[in-house]
Every structure is written in C-alpha cells, then in structure tokens.
C-alpha cells in the first residue's frame, strides 16, 4: 500500500486510471422515517440513520452488531481490492436546512435500552474497525435515540475501554430526557473521561434516574470522518478533501458510512449529494 | 478504458468540448419547492415524453454532447443563475446535473389507483445495473392544491420486482410544473432498474400531468449566489467530482433554491451552464 503521490496520481485515479477504482455514490436522504416527518431540534445532533432515502435507510439495531459496508442504511460502498486502500476525495451534497452534515463510520450499534432502567444496561460486542491503542482515537460514543423517552431530566454515563485499553471508564454525565433530549433520532454524544481520547469498547449504560417513559435507545460508536456545513439552506456545499485539510480520509474495509446531522433549526433537512472514492494499493 | 494520465494532460485539456446550455425559466418554483427539473425550461426545453422512451443525446432538451471513441470526464463547470425578473427571489441554491434515463408521463394527479399509464419505464441503455439509478416525480402541468403522497413500485438492483417505495409528498406545495420529487427507496435497496406503477393516497384536486423520471446524479455544484458566475473545477475545489460522461448520456439540470421568498416565483432565471468535458487518454 502506497499513499496517494500528487494531483498527477489523483486525476488519473479519478478518471479510472492506475486500478484507481473510483466510485461515485449518489445518496438522498429525505426528511422522513417510514410514513412519520422527521424532526430536529436546533442545536442538536439528529441521526439520518432510519431516514429514507437512496440507499434505503436503516432500521433500529436490537442486539449488538457491528454494521458494515452491506449493513442496510449505509452508503454501501465497494470494498477496496486486496492489498489497497480506499480515499474519499470529498462530499457535495444539497442540504434543505441550515447545519452541518456529518459522514460517520458506524462501527457498532444496539438498540432496545430503556429510559426507566436505572440498573448498567449491557452493551457489549466487539469494534472491528478502529478498535487498538493506534486507531481507535477518535472513535466517540453516541445515545441515539430509537422510540420517545420521557420528559423526566436525568443524566446518562457510559462505562467503556479507552485508547490505552484500560477498562472501566467512565464518561461525563451528559443530560438525557425531557425536551430536546428524548425525541427519536436524537443523539447525545457522551464526553469521555479527562484525559481520554478514543474508545475500543463500551461495556455498559446508566441512567441517573428514570426519564418515566421506557421508550428505546441504544448506543452507536461512530468515528467522524468529514463535515459539510451549510449555513443556508439549500444552497449546495462541497467538502473538498484534496485540497482542503486534514485531507482525504481513508475509507477502512467493510467501513459503513452514515449520516449525522447538527441542525441549526427544528425542520428536518432533505439532503441531496455524492460521495466521491478513488482507491490505491 | 483511457483515464486522464496527469495533472499536465489535465491542465492542458487537448481533446475537449464545452456543452452549452442556457435557460430561461417560466414555471414558477413555488415557495417549499426543493428541486425543480430544468427540462422542459426554454431555451432548448425537452418536452413532456408521453409514452416511456429511453433518453440519449439526441432527445431534445438534452445538452448538446458529442461522443468520442475514447472515454470522456467532465472537469470544469461554471454556473450563473440570475435574479428572476431583475428581483431576486431567492439568495442561492444548487446546481445536479444528471443523466436522464428513462422518461414517461401522463399519469394523473386525480387518480387513486395503481396508475400504469405509459409505463413500465423504458429499460436502462446506461447504468444498467440500477445501482445509484434515482426515480424522482417530474411534474409537467401543475397538480392540485391539496397535499397527498404517492409511492411507486418498482424493480430494484437485484433484480427483484414489486418494491414499494417510501411514501412522498405530491401536490400541495410540490404541485407546480417541473418541480422534482426524488423517490426514496424501499428498506435494503440502493437503486431503480424500472417503476411499474404510480400511486397517490388520494387525489391532489387537479389532473395536471406527471411522470416517472429515472436518472443517475453525475454532479453537485454549489450556485452561491444569485447574479454571480461562478467557475467550479472538478478536481480542485468540487470533492474529486469529475464524473464519467457515458456514451449517448442524456444530460440535463436540477436546481434546488435556497432561500425562496415568494409563493410564486421562478427561483431565479436564467440559468446559464457551461461544463468542459475532456477526453482521457
């Protein structure tokens, strides 16, 4: 495996050249999940996960998995050939709504955790991406939120492994229920231990006390790759990884590529775009 | 297969064409419009298609496009949108071209059962996979006032026939001629090879006319404001979106607004594209 060498090396990869193996993966996301209108709420995270679109969206994990690159709700990417590597060379996207697009690896999910539990509620599983001392910085751990919890405040930590494998630690409490913070497709990023940097697992979940409605959420370690950001909505953006930095962010095997959203108002937005790879061994 | 050896080939551009298009717009967008299809605008304006055809360079409203013997990229764009009647109606928004299909029309905003009415769509002459292939909801005479949905059924990638798609707003706010309703996908798909039928969950109020669109999204490209020109190059500044320009491609334009202010307006006019397409090799 070899890094990408210059311009030179890019066009004539993107152009197919050299094994170069691009890919342009058109995507859609509409405002929606199933027959129900999405919703956001400003100043929060919102998951596109389970929003509809091309390809379709995903659905709530129930036990323990480690989605990939043909997990429904992904962007469903080739793999890269053996002994290569895969790069995004960017994102455009057409987003309906002011905020910022977020394209995430998903490296584990589970849902089915209730908002009335007050016992550690199991995480488990096993990150197969990211997941050592050398690549998990980065790797962050998000509530998100399946089926409305209650209106109770309450605070939830999580108990998980950190970049220097040592287990059982805690993360900040961060506020879980009541408005803004028990909606479905909400996430909740939770603050890891002073100090810490990256996550290799999570063992469990606890709530501080019951938000009154079990609802369903779960857990989902994501690991950001790129931003695109909007401050109109509707005006298209592009999030140039050639020429901009950090630069073009390599694209693991078996990777699943989803869709975060931090919106600046309550409509949800309609996002249009493509996704742009090229591959090097 | 002859790729874009270098950035020296690239920056020289020795084998090229530039397609042309400029349009005036005439149908007004609608405020809650979020992408309205350029095809049948003026000047060089398609027409509503009737019965299914495939689309080539030849079907009138595509942008004049020569084939090549060998393989062809599109490398530069550059975009003007100017203010609609000397008054802007908007502040800026978004620029798709694609590759059109398959195309067919005469399907009724007044009609609640499966409509079959010159479909199923015509087969794929490119991207026959179906894979990234989009069906969006052209509107070629204004529907009715009162917003519905409508779902249509499909083969996808596999193939596999008889999917459902999600559900999509129709009529209401997206009842104007050339508004453009992407169509998201049934759980687990990622792609259209043909739609069977169309059906609305009740009637819009107004006949009007309307068709299945297919089409391959090839670029995204930003119009940051409206009254400017604005030169974008594929490789520099666009994410790496140089896209293929397949044999016979049908190419045409979808803008998306941002910002629309008024019930009734154009969005913005004219729409002036220039895109440089390059040889490889």
């Not at chain 1, 009154?212 to 592009?238: E, K």
């Not at chain 2, 007004?28 to 689309?55: I, R, Y």
């Not at chain 2, 199923?120 to 917003?147: D, F, H, K, Q």
């Not at chain 2, 193939?159 to 009529?171: C, D, L, M, W």
Request: net charge neutral; hydrophobic share 40%; with cysteine.
């Amino acid at each position: 495996m070899g890094a990408l060498a210059d311009l030179s090396d890019v066009i004539n990869r993107l152009t197919g050249g050299n094994s170069g193996a691009p890919e342009a993966i058109p995507f859609f996301k509409d405002a929606a999940v199933g027959a129900v209108a999405a919703v956001t709420v400003a100043g929060r995270l919102s998951s596109l996960w389970q929003y509809n679109g091309i390809p379709s969206g995903g659905s709530a994990p129930g036990a323990v998995a480690t989605p990939d690159n043909t997990t429904t709700g992904g962007l469903k990417q080739t793999n890269p050939a053996g002994g290569a590597q895969k790069w995004l060379m960017g994102v455009a996207a057409h987003i309906s709504q002011p905020g910022t697009l977020v394209l995430y690896d998903r490296l584990l999910h589970i849902s089915g955790l209730s908002g009335t539990s007050l016992v550690a509620q199991t995480v488990g599983g096993t990150i197969s991406r990211y997941n050592n001392t050398n690549t998990c910085v980065g790797n962050e751990i998000w509530i998100e939120i399946y089926t409305q919890i209650g209106a109770s405040s309450q605070t939830i930590t999580a108990s998980y492994t950190n970049q220097a494998g040592t287990a059982g630690q805690t993360t900040q409490a961060a506020a879980i229920g009541n408005t803004g913070l028990r909606e479905i497709q909400r996430i909740i990023p939770l603050p890891l231990a002073s100090g810490d940097t990256g996550v290799e697992a999570v063992a469990s979940v606890t709530l501080s006390g019951s938000t009154g409605t079990a609802g369903d959420f779960g857990v989902t370690v994501a690991h950001p790759l790129l931003t695109v950001a909007t401050g109109i909505g509707g005006c298209g953006q592009v999030r140039d990884a050639i020429s901009g930095l950090p630069s073009v962010p390599e694209i693991l095997t078996n990777a699943c590529l989803a869709f975060a959203f931090f919106a600046a108002g309550s409509t949800a937005p309609q996002v249009m775009g493509i996704a742009n790879f090229i591959e090097k061994g | 297969m002859a790729a874009i050896p270098d950035l020296s080939a690239y920056k020289s551009v020795k084998r090229f064409q530039t397609l042309r298009i400029a349009k005036v717009l005439s149908n007004n967008a609608g405020q809650g419009t979020v992408w309205h299809s350029l095809w049948t605008e003026g000047h060089d304006a398609g027409s509503a298609p009737g019965a299914a055809a495939a689309c080539d360079r030849n079907t009138a409203g595509a942008m004049p496009l020569f084939n090549s013997s060998g393989e062809q990229f599109a490398i530069n764009f550059t975009i003007s949108a100017g203010a609609a009647n000397g008054t802007q109606f908007c502040t800026g928004g978004t620029a798709m071209l694609c590759d059109r299909l398959s195309h067919q029309s005469g399907l009724d905003g007044t009609v609640t059962t499966a409509q079959t009415t010159n479909l199923p769509t015509a087969a794929l002459g490119r991207y026959t996979s179906g894979v990234g292939v989009m069906a969006a909801l052209e509107i070629y005479s204004n529907l009715g006032a009162t917003g519905r949905t409508a779902t249509i059924s499909y083969t996808n990638e596999t193939p596999t026939s008889g999917r459902t798609s999600q559900a999509v707003a129709i009529g209401g706010s997206q009842k104007n001629t050339g508004t453009f309703i992407p169509v998201p996908l049934q759980t687990g798909d990622k792609g259209v090879t043909a739609v069977a039928s169309v059906t609305l969950s009740a009637s819009t109020g107004t006949g009007g006319n309307f068709g299945v669109t297919l089409f391959r999204p090839l670029a995204i490209v930003p119009i940051p404001q409206i009254g400017l020109g604005f030169h974008f190059d594929g490789l520099i500044g666009l994410g790496g979106q140089v896209p293929k320009i397949l044999t016979d491609a049908c190419l045409f334009w979808v803008v998306g607004f941002a910002g629309l202010t008024s019930a009734t307006t154009d969005g913005f006019s004219p729409f002036v594209a220039n895109i440089r397409v390059m040889e490889g090799g």
